[in-house]
């Protein structure tokens, strides 16, 4: 078993329940979640001082067999190269036991 999880800033979201649609994941879990970026322009030392931006997004996982995780990571690789590549992010982790 594998855990998939990724991330999209929140006008992805549609996209990303059609991916796992299309990858036919028939369960998974979705969360709002807010990241940041720090500006390109400031170089300030001072943390304190930077200016951080909230973008929204949302972050889903789901539990899937290793075939299934290849094809979703594959297909969230496509994704990324035909969207914005910085607002997609993706990962995976062996999953030792579960119950379920």
Known sequence: MKLV???CVDEFAKDARKL???NKVVAYSES???GYKLSDDDESENWFAAKHYPDNSKIFFTM???EKA???MEA???CKLN???NNVHAFQLGIEKHIG
């Open 20 to 22: 796992l649609q299309e």
């Open 76 to 78: 969230l690789e496509q």
């Open 83 to 85: 969207k914005d590549p």
């Open 64 to 66: 899937v067999d290793e």
């Open 5 to 7: 999880v990724f991330m």
């Open 70 to 72: 290849t094809q979703l």
């Open 32 to 34: 709002n979640i807010r």
